[in-house]
Nanobody
Framework: QVQLVESGGGLVQDGGSLRLSCAAS????????MGWFRQAPGKEREFVAA????????IYADSVKGRFTISRDNAKSTVYLQMNSLRPEDTAVYYC????????????????WGQGTQVTVSS
């Protein structure tokens, strides 16, 4: 069983930055692929970014590429999402998710989820 707890959300102005964290309660954190997803009101949950267990491979949604950076600290069992140049359309609940094996973009491929953290970007 993997437990994930997100933190770091909040209210920020257009163009601002936030860093989200997701702490995992799991014995072999480096074995897990970690992903970030988001869901805005009335919309489906969408992929944001994912990172391999070693941290050597990261993939991003086109909408955040060049603005967001995913990273992980395996010693702390924590994954991060640094979000820069935030836009109002980035407003959503952001979820951390984990899985084993290969990196995928579809939310259905991730069996473990956190409770989410709200990010609101004001214009």
């Amino acid at each position: 069983q993997v437990q994930l707890v997100e933190s770091g959300g909040g209210l920020v102005q257009d163009g601002g930055s936030l860093r989200l964290s997701c702490a995992a309660s799991v014995r072999t954190f480096s074995s897990y692929i970690m992903g970030w997803f988001r869901q805005a009101p009335g919309k489906e949950r969408e992929f944001v970014a994912a990172i391999s267990g070693s941290g050597g491979t990261a993939i991003y949604a086109d909408s955040v590429k060049g603005r967001f950076t995913i990273s992980r600290d395996n010693a702390k069992s924590t994954v991060y999402l640094q979000m820069n140049s935030l836009r109002p359309e980035d407003t959503a609940v952001y979820y951390c998710a984990s899985k084993v094996s290969i990196i995928v973009r579809n939310a259905g491929g991730y069996p473990y989820w956190g409770q989410g953290t709200q990010v609101t970007v004001s214009s």
